[in-house]
């Protein structure tokens, strides 16, 4: 049996984060270790060709509008054909034209962010592949995403911020940060952070990545 192919997507039209190439490197290092080929694209076309017969898509830091026609309908069809799609930190910033994106693919949309500060994740669900080796609360740097609509309700919630922990949050006492759920058919999983470079070579985080992808792709 082929080894299961990851594509990992990182093309930007707005704001460019300085750590999709650590971002990249790090998929690459636990695919590697996990048995999984990764592949990593900017160009919508090459994301088109390569999504048939993919076990999952990352969308990584992508910002603005980045997708064809083409790779639209090939990013629709790989969730209805059951395949995986992993969003990190600016994937909620994309596509903002294309309400199925943000609404059934990530699962909502990005509304602004503080500055970069310290602050708490609290996990909530820890029956699942991203968040079972944490902690109740976990100490974590990034932006704090806020989001136009609290996404509770149509998706399976497994952390969120405290933001009684840091300034400028604007969801108030249920601010969800990560969560997966199944809207476009395929599995579909969201985590708000990744910001840093740092973030990367965290062994927490790292964990949590490779839970939300193998999870995504249906290898866990």
Same mark, same amino acid.
């Given at each position: 049996?082929?080894?299961?192919?990851? $594509? &990992?997507? @990182?093309? @930007? @039209?707005?704001?460019?984060?300085?750590?999709?190439?650590?971002?990249?490197?790090?998929?690459?290092?636990?695919?590697?270790?996990?048995?999984?080929? $990764?592949?990593?694209?900017?160009?919508?076309?090459?994301? #088109?060709?390569?999504?048939?017969?993919?076990?999952?898509?990352?969308? /990584?830091?992508?910002?603005?509008?980045?997708?064809?026609?083409?790779?639209?309908?090939? /990013?629709?069809?790989?969730?209805?054909?059951?395949?995986?799609?992993?969003? $990190?930190?600016?994937?909620?910033?994309?596509?903002?034209? =294309?309400? =199925?994106?943000?609404?059934?693919?990530?699962?909502?949309?990005?509304?602004?962010?503080?500055?970069?500060?310290?602050?708490? &994740?609290?996990?909530?669900?820890?029956?699942?592949?991203?968040?079972?080796?944490?902690?109740?609360? %976990?100490?974590?740097?990034?932006? %704090?995403?806020?989001?136009?609509?609290?996404?509770?309700?149509? &998706?399976?919630?497994? #952390?969120?911020?405290?933001?009684?922990?840091?300034?400028?949050?604007?969801?108030? $006492?249920?601010?969800?940060?990560? =969560?997966?759920?199944?809207?476009?058919?395929?599995?579909?999983?969201?985590? *708000?952070?990744?910001?840093?470079?740092?973030?990367? #070579?965290?062994?927490?985080?790292?964990?949590? /990545?490779?839970?939300?992808?193998? %999870?995504?792709?249906?290898? *866990?």
């Amino acid at each position: 049996m082929s080894a299961p192919h990851i $594509v &990992v997507f @990182t093309r @930007t @039209t707005g704001f460019r984060h300085d750590s999709i190439p650590d971002g990249v490197e790090a998929l690459r290092q636990l695919g590697g270790e996990h048995g999984m080929r $990764v592949t990593a694209t900017e160009d919508p076309g090459e994301l #088109a060709a390569a999504l048939p017969g993919s076990a999952a898509v990352v969308f /990584l830091s992508t910002s603005g509008d980045v997708l064809t026609d083409d790779a639209r309908r090939a /990013l629709r069809g790989h969730l209805a054909d059951g395949g995986g799609f992993m969003g $990190v930190h600016g994937a909620s910033t994309t596509e903002y034209g =294309w309400p =199925w994106f943000g609404e059934d693919c990530v699962g909502a949309v990005f509304d602004g962010h503080p500055e970069l500060q310290p602050g708490v &994740v609290v996990v909530e669900d820890h029956d699942h592949p991203a968040t079972a080796h944490l902690g109740d609360r %976990w100490e974590f740097t990034d932006e %704090w995403y806020n989001f136009s609509v609290n996404p509770r309700g149509r &998706v399976r919630v497994l #952390a969120t911020a405290d933001e009684t922990t840091y300034t400028g949050g604007r969801m108030g $006492v249920d601010h969800p940060l990560v =969560w997966c759920h199944e809207l476009a058919g395929g599995r579909s999983f969201y985590t *708000a952070l990744g910001h840093t470079s740092e973030s990367f #070579a965290d062994p927490d985080f790292r964990r949590h /990545l490779l839970g939300g992808l193998t %999870w995504a792709a249906r290898l *866990a």
